[in-house]
């Protein structure tokens, strides 16, 4: 008699993952979070600097040792407005930063006598300085250029010693004072500063 064995189906190896080790894992969390970190501080120095207050040229917007904000990206898609706290390489030595306060455009003409500062022959409101200045002065202002001056007018190496500032040497503007911690704030560059009086009694 004529018998059969049953047909057997052979059974498909399961498939397997092979998971990484503990020490991969760890290895691979670690480099994420160094490329990450990478590429937000290059992302963020790309935008932003932050410069620290050396001086009392500023005073009494700005004392010394406060550590700034700065936007970089400010006079990438604008223009220094009258009023504007800038930072910007020293033209007489690129290596050093310096910070001011833009007060003459191109094509003005700046004229500083008996303490007042006039633009075009048209003195300007100035609430934020320390004190009027000693000096006087006149200075015509081409294209490209700005005229800066600290608001310590009598103890600042600005544009009325050295010269006018390059627009191109300006780094970005001054936009928050983040430590020390009890200073914190948003620089206000006073909107004052860019209005021209049409009245003035001496």
């Known amino acids: 008699m004529e018998t059969y064995q049953p047909e057997t189906q052979v059974q498909p190896e399961p498939t397997t993952i092979e998971q990484p ?9 670690i480099l ?3 490329v990450l970190a990478v590429v937000l501080y290059f992302g963020i120095n790309a935008v932003s600097a932050r410069v620290r207050v050396d001086g009392f040229s500023m005073n009494p917007t700005l004392q010394d040792g406060e550590y700034i904000l700065v936007n970089k990206l400010a006079y990438k898609i604008g223009q220094p407005t009258r009023g504007d706290i800038v930072v ?9 930063d310096l910070i001011k306060r833009v007060i003459g455009l191109p094509g003005e003409t700046v004229n500083v006598l ?4 006039s ?20 200075w015509e202002i ?5 005229f800066v001056l600290g608001d ?6 600005d544009s009325h010693q050295w010269g006018l500032l390059p627009i ?12 020390p911690p009890e200073q914190w704030q948003v620089i206000n560059h006073v909107k004052r500063a860019s209005t021209v009086l049409t009245s003035w009694t001496p």
């Not at 008996?114 to 500062?117: F, K, L, M, R, Y």
């Not at 633009?119 to 006149?138: L, M, S, V």
């Not at 300006?170 to 430590?179: E, H, K």
């Open 114 to 117: 008996n303490g007042v500062v």
């Open 142 to 146: 081409p294209e490209g250029q700005l």
């Open 88 to 96: 910007f390489m020293f033209p007489m030595n690129p290596q050093e």
């Open 119 to 138: 633009i075009n022959g048209i003195p300007i409101d100035e609430p934020y300085i320390n004190a009027t200045p000693f000096y006087n002065g006149e």
């Open 32 to 34: 994420e979070t160094i």
């Open 152 to 157: 310590n007018r009598n103890d600042s190496r």
């Open 168 to 179: 191109e040497n300006v780094i970005g503007r001054a936009v928050l004072i983040y430590w």
């Open 21 to 29: 080790t503990n020490w991969k894992r760890f290895m691979l969390d």
